[in-house]
């Protein structure tokens, strides 16, 4: 009998020690609108690879806690941390305005011209990395992978790693558009231009207020 439960045991403890794997189905997009065909998407983790395909469409299999890397020459590179909670993504590609650019995206055929010129100039407010985001707390969490989400009094705050007090608040203090707020809930993701980390200078005016870190975000 004690031979039989060690038997199961060194077959069953190495395969609990695998990571886990997980498909995701996704799609990529350029101006929150346009599908987005021939984008290159990897998992760093799994080691595999994919193409989307012309309605922009990806599935791939990673790991547990992989890392996605989305690659299409004339955008900028996106990466994004899987969730084991993830099974269908959309993912917003910034396109990046440069003469050169156009050509390249349009000789990969990611993206027709028409919709390409079109997003440029009716949709350039979803043509931004926090429009991936409904909320704006994981938007400064990919800003800003220092910070992470705590919770004081019940209220989701910011925190900057490293900063902690032994009483009071550990909270950065958050400065939108030049102004001190306590609640940013309200914030819609695809009104942001930045999100930031003040150090310095720009961080000593709100002195002791900022004693936790302070962070910027700019709205349109």
């Not at 791939?60 to 969730?83: C, M, P, Q, S, T």
């Not at 919709?115 to 990395?129: H, K, M, P, Q, R």
């Not at 938007?139 to 007090?165: V, W």
């Amino acid at each position: 009998m004690k031979g039989i439960i060690v038997f199961f045991t060194l077959i069953f403890i190495p395969l609990l020690s695998f990571p886990q794997n997980q498909e995701i189905n996704g799609v990529i997009v350029a101006f929150n609108k346009f599908s987005l065909k021939n984008v290159l998407v990897k998992a760093k983790k799994a080691k595999t690879e994919t193409l989307t395909n012309d309605l922009g469409i990806f599935n791939i299999n990673v790991k547990k806690n992989d890392i996605l890397i989305i690659e299409a020459d004339g955008f900028a590179n996106y990466r994004y941390k899987v969730k084991s909670t993830d099974k269908s993504l959309k993912i917003n590609l910034i396109y990046e305005d440069k003469k050169k650019n156009k050509e390249n995206v349009l000789n990969a055929e990611y993206i027709h011209e028409d919709d390409l010129e079109y997003g440029l100039e009716f949709l350039a407010a979803e043509n931004s990395v926090f429009s991936n985001f409904t909320d704006v707390y994981d938007a400064i969490s990919y800003a800003l992978p220092a910070s992470s989400i705590i919770f004081e009094n019940g209220e989701k705050k910011i925190q900057i790693r490293g900063a902690k007090t032994l009483t009071g608040s550990n909270a950065a203090l958050i400065v939108l558009d030049g102004m001190i707020v306590d609640d940013i809930s309200f914030i819609v993701t695809s009104e942001i231009v930045s999100i930031s980390h003040l150090t310095g200078p720009p961080a000593a005016i709100y002195g002791t207020r900022g004693a936790n870190g302070v962070i910027s975000i700019i709205t349109k």
